[in-house]
């Protein structure tokens, strides 16, 4: 069993639709939360990040994260068509040194249709 | 502000062919550095990451290896490439002893034929 795990879709929705991200994740010691949106042959971009559990907004984008459920979700409201991308989840655990290492998912493939 | 640079862009190489990607860092000192390889529908795979000049530790068994020659340089390198070996390869640096953000480069698409 991997120990994040992200439906890799495709996810087509209209434009201004809600979107919802999810990942689920199976060791407790993960802490530490971040969404990375992936252009086609770009690297990934740092979206948000989060500790807590409950919600973060900025913009347009929420991150929401239960960790007694190990479940965490990304949502984007009013989607546009410049979203359409990979959404990546990644955590890390919270423990010191060992160089912070991430561990993602597989990626969520996104496509906002006009 | 930071940025990082990978170099080239795209690559394609025989097999059996040595390998060597760069990736340098500006705007920051003494940063981590990371690399990962990224396969269709796998995810990103961390290879190797470095907190300091000359300290490297591997993830994964495999033909491959890495050097931080510099602070702010980061390479890394087969002496004979693998079809296996074809990927996206991403380089990531993560500021020392503040969050745990990583950011990533605009990559290295390589073909192995």
């Known amino acids: 069993q991997k120990e994040v795990e992200q439906d890799p879709g495709p996810l087509s929705v209209p434009e201004g639709a809600i979107v919802s991200l999810n990942c689920t994740y199976s060791?407790?010691?993960?802490?530490?939360f971040m969404w990375y949106r992936q252009y086609s042959r770009k690297g990934p971009e740092l979206l948000m990040y989060?500790?807590?559990?409950g919600n973060k907004e900025d913009g347009r984008f929420t991150a929401q994260v239960d960790k007694s459920s190990k479940y965490i979700s990304l949502f984007i409201r009013d989607s546009q068509p410049s979203d359409s991308a990979t959404y990546l989840c990644a955590m890390r655990k919270g423990l010191t040194g060992g160089g912070n290492k991430l561990t993602f998912g597989t990626g969520t493939q996104l496509k906002v249709e006009l | 502000s930071q940025t990082i640079h990978q170099w080239p862009a795209t690559l394609v190489q025989p097999v059996g062919s040595p390998l060597s990607l760069e990736c340098t860092v500006e705007g920051t000192s003494n940063p981590n550095l990371y690399w990962y390889r990224q396969a269709a529908g796998r995810g990103l795979q961390l290879l190797f990451y470095s907190v300091g000049i000359g300290q490297i530790s591997s993830e994964v068994p495999q033909n491959l290896s890495a050097s931080r020659p510099q602070d702010r340089q980061f390479i890394l390198s087969s002496k004979k490439l693998l079809l296996s070996d074809s990927g996206f390869y991403l380089c990531?640096?993560?500021?020392?002893?503040?969050?745990?953000?990583?950011?990533f480069g605009p990559g290295t698409r390589l073909t192995v034929t």
């Open positions: 060791n407790s010691a993960f802490q530490y």
């Open positions: 990531a640096w993560r500021r020392t002893g503040s969050s745990y953000e990583q950011y």
């Open positions: 989060t500790y807590s559990s």
